[in-house]
């Protein structure tokens, strides 16, 4: 799991009261799907490839689940934060990072543009505190 992103992003479990809620056909909707990506840490990384599997539930809150493709692990947690029609923050985690090698979580910042949900990330403790790691991560939505 190293360089978790996204996004990314986004899988969202998220908890009521967030404000990642939205109506039918709102913000929420255009972030359902399966995402392929990777993240990187730096330039010249050749990142690590993950899936992120994204729904809407009933109550209008966006719900999902980061796995990373090549590492075995059980699947992580997203909280969306934030969400407009072009951008979304998720927290993602608390996990343990090979990477790192110690117990994480990711703060992502992507925008969607068309099926492509791009953005940085940052890892820090899970109380907080000093960054661990930041960097990028690039995804496309696929057909589940």
Request: charged letters at 20%.
């Amino acid at each position: 799991m190293r360089t978790l992103l996204c996004v990314a992003l986004g899988a969202a479990a998220c908890a009521p009261g967030e404000k990642s809620h939205a109506a039918a056909g709102g913000p929420a909707q255009k972030y359902a799907g399966t995402f392929d990506g990777r993240s990187y840490r730096s330039a010249s990384d050749t990142g690590t490839p993950f899936r992120l599997i994204a729904a809407v539930g009933s109550d209008g809150t966006l719900r999902g689940t980061l796995w990373f493709r090549d590492i075995a692990g059980p699947p992580i947690p997203v909280r969306a934060r934030q969400l407009s029609d072009t951008g979304l923050v998720d927290e993602i985690g608390p996990y343990h990072s090979p990477t790192a090698n110690r117990d994480v979580v990711t703060t992502t910042a992507g925008k969607l543009r068309g099926d492509s949900l791009n953005g940085t990330f940052e890892m820090r403790p899970p109380g907080g505190g000093t960054l661990i790691m930041r960097g990028a991560f690039r995804s496309k939505r696929v057909a589940p």
